[in-house]
T-cell receptor, first 120, second 113 residues
Framework: NAGVMQNPRHLVRRRGQEARLRCSPM?????VYWYRQLPEEGLKFMVY????????ESGMPKERFSAEFPKEGPSILRIQQVVRGDSAAYFC??????????????????FGPGTRLTVL | AQSVAQPEDQVNVAEGNPLTVKCTYS??????LFWYVQYPNRGLQFLLK??????LVKGSYGFEAEFNKSQTSFHLKKPSALVSDSALYFC???????????FGAGTRLTVKP
């Protein structure tokens, strides 16, 4: 069972360009989370998605950042008009569906290897 | 609101000695606590979690953590450190029905031969 996959592993963009980061969750997982890790800092939650739905985007910057998790294909984190401050490692995590009965279970999240974005 | 603090940026121990990486939390509600490890240029790997039950939780690679409700702590421990344990360790907290998992800033553990 392959783990969470992210690509590309390294991405270099010039200021003003767009960055697209992809995340394929583990097989059977329908929940995807995106985190950003700035140099020498901890992880910061960005967004939580299920298939075709954004559940919680409270950690997303208001402008230039968007995320989707379509019915088919990977989850995409998109950063428009990148600036140097966007340089960071972006991690995706996935978790299995909630238990029957609708209760949110605090399942551990399985993390991908991350995409390191460098903005020149 | 929920938050996690890892008071030490760096922990240095000698191989074979016990190690402790500290974590304290603040939540309104019952906490669900996690430890993750990050090796250089790798993603996070799950080590262990506390949900309920026994306060002493055993995890991967010989690590364990003790949940202390009165001190709001969840320190990570290992009886005998290995050089290969050198990595960045993250504590995280989540509350039931809350999607936001809060991570600490991380503690860099260095185990010297």
């Amino acid at each position: 069972n392959a783990g969470v996959m992210q690509n590309p592993r390294h991405l270099v963009r010039r200021r003003g360009q767009e960055a697209r980061l992809r995340c394929s969750p583990m097989k059977g997982h329908s929940h995807v989370y995106w985190y950003r890790q700035l140099p020498e800092e901890g992880l910061k939650f960005m967004v939580y998605l299920q298939k075709e739905n954004i559940i919680d985007e409270s950690g997303m910057p208001k402008e230039r950042f968007s995320a989707e998790f379509p019915k088919e294909g990977p989850s995409i984190l998109r950063i428009q008009q990148v600036v140097r401050g966007d340089s960071a490692a972006y991690f995706c995590a996935s978790s299995p569906p909630v238990q029957a009965g609708g209760l949110m279970s605090p399942n551990e999240q399985f993390f991908g290897p991350g995409t390191r974005l460098t903005v020149l | 609101a929920q938050s996690v603090a890892q008071p030490e940026d760096q922990v240095n121990v000698a191989e074979g000695n016990p190690l402790t990486v500290k974590c304290t939390y603040s939540v309104s509600g019952n906490p669900y606590l996690f430890w993750y490890v990050q090796y250089p240029n790798r993603g996070l790997q799950f080590l262990l979690k506390y949900i309920t039950g026994d306060n002493l939780v055993k995890g991967s690679y010989g690590f364990e953590a003790e949940f202390n409700k009165s001190q709001t702590s969840f320190h990570l421990k290992k009886p005998s450190a290995l050089v290969s344990d050198s990595a960045l360790y993250f504590c995280a907290v989540r509350v039931l029905n809350n999607n936001d998992m809060r991570f600490g800033a991380g503690t860099r553990l260095t185990v010297k031969p």
